[in-house]
């Protein structure tokens, strides 16, 4: 059959997922605490319906189950991550024994059934041992996750041949150090610097020891890319602006990962707020010499931004917000339940961006998605929830990703979030995010949703 838009042969179809929002915590499973179960037990009433991470969906003792939903959803690849603070309950020394049986019980399950695992190492789940020394503030944190990403590549490294050392890690400097949507949830430019520095030199360090090991495998980084657009494309104050935005929420993390050096405009900025991260003699030349293999890109919307008309927030200042405003265009298309603008375009645009300044780097779209909150006004008579928006916001994306691949843009795959209906952070299950639903009043029963069935024949067409 012709495909409107035909993806190129191996094309990776599948869904991202993480293991603090889907596993579940059980009895005597030996995991250690991590910042979000800490959390959870000092100030439950943050949390949506007061559900907490020990909840979610039970993939621990759910996974074959699971796996099979993936194959009835046409999943050929599928991301997550192995919690830290599963495998190594205080952050570092002791293993978990009961880990590595249930990671190489889901990693060996989900090759048997054809889908390739690729494994992310951080996804926002610091262990609380750790956390309670300072976390990522603390360099030594940087040593426990190297030698944490040693232990992964050591376990499971035989198996699992696409790694990735972070998920969007913009998102703990921004939710623990400016914006308060994290642990430790702290506003102090200073600390969010560091932070962000200790990171991206994990990052490195971890890219350096998976190359030594020669495994055979790739290991890249999976960043949040929010391209940012000035409001008025003819005021230079705006465009300055929105650069600025760029280099704070993108370029911070990019620009190590893909060229091993930091952008000017946020060096200079470091600079003159006196902020420079504390770092050792060779730190910088081993982030220049241990760049990515691919690149994961989330993507769900867009920076709209304008030059800085409000007063800067003398309270909170300095923060990234001093040197510009967001701007609330008028008519922007909106995901109300999210509170996210919907801007398809912008995935062609990173896509572009990635092939013009990257060095066009092998890339693939590691999520993009529409969380919706009350699905089940959707249900059929069948118990199916016909989620046709789900549907459209996914081919919508698609038709921009296919248009950048044939303009020469390696991207070779598309992951949406999530698979099954999983445990949103504070917003836990509010916004329903999956392919496959998870009633939680039932048993946490799984039911696989229009857009589940929809997309099976588009992985199994390699297009629609
Ligand atoms: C990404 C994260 O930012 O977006 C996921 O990698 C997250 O962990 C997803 O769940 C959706 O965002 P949210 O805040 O609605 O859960």
């Not at 293999?293 to 800085?308: A, S, T």
């Not at 020469?408 to 795959?413: F, I, L, P």
Request: hydrophobic share 35%; aromatic share 14%.
């Amino acid at each position: 059959m012709k495909m409107d838009y035909q993806f190129p042969a191996g094309f990776w179809w599948g869904s991202a997922a993480s293991g603090p929002q889907t596993e579940g915590v059980f009895e005597g499973d030996g995991k250690g605490a991590s910042i979000w179960d800490y959390w959870y037990q000092q100030e439950p009433e943050k949390f949506f319906n007061r559900v907490g991470p020990e909840k979610t969906s039970q993939v621990y003792t759910r996974y074959q189950e699971d796996i099979q939903l993936m194959k009835e959803t046409g999943h050929t690849t599928f991301r997550t991550s192995i919690q830290w603070s599963r495998l190594l309950p205080q952050g570092k020394g002791e293993v978990n024994q009961k880990a590595v049986d249930f990671y190489n019980a889901y990693i060996d399950e989900l090759i048997a059934n054809g889908i390739e695992p690729f494994m992310n190492l951080y996804h926002f789940d610091m262990p609380m041992a750790l956390q309670e020394k300072g976390g990522w503030l603390n360099r030594e944190t940087v040593d426990a996750y190297v030698a944490f990403a040693q232990t992964c590549f050591t376990l499971f490294g035989d198996r699992v041949k696409k790694w990735f050392t972070h998920n969007e890690p913009i998102v703990p400097v921004e939710g623990g150090y400016l914006y308060q949507f994290h642990y430790p949830n702290e506003i102090n430019m200073k600390h969010a610097v560091q932070v962000g520095f200790h990171e991206t030199l994990a990052s490195a360090k971890a890219i350096k020891v998976y190359h030594e090991m020669n495994l055979g495998g790739e290991i890249g980084i999976i960043l949040n890319l929010t391209p940012s657009y000035p409001r008025d494309e003819n005021d230079p104050e705006d465009v300055k602006a929105a650069q600025i935005a760029d280099a704070f929420f993108n370029r911070s993390f990019l620009d190590p990962a893909v060229k091993g050096t930091f952008p000017e405009e946020l060096v200079t900025i470091v600079k003159e707020l006196d902020m420079v991260p504390a770092m050792e003699a060779d730190d910088l030349q081993t982030i220049r010499e241990n760049t990515i293999d691919l690149l994961g890109i989330n993507y769900y919307q867009p920076r709209r931004i304008m030059k800085k008309e409000s007063p800067i927030d003398q309270a909170k200042s300095p923060m990234p917000d001093d040197y510009f405003d967001n701007y609330d265009m008028p008519n922007k298309k909106m995901n109300p339940y999210r509170g996210w603008e919907i801007y398809e375009k912008g995935i062609y645009d990173i896509l572009t961006n990635t092939r013009e300044n990257y060095g066009n780097i092998k890339c693939y779209i590691s999520e993009n998605g529409m969380g919706v909150e009350g699905e089940e006004r959707f249900v059929n008579a069948d118990g199916v929830i016909e989620d046709d928006y789900r549907i459209e916001f996914v081919s919508d994306h698609l038709k921009y990703v296919h248009q950048a691949i044939q303009e020469g843009t390696n991207c070779v795959g598309y992951h949406m979030w999530t698979c099954m209906d999983n445990w949103s952070w504070t917003n836990a299950y509010k916004n329903r995010y999956g392919f496959i639903s998870v009633d939680l009043a039932n048993d946490a029963k799984r039911t696989v949703k229009k857009s589940g069935r929809w997309f099976k024949e588009v992985s199994d067409n390699n297009g629609f």
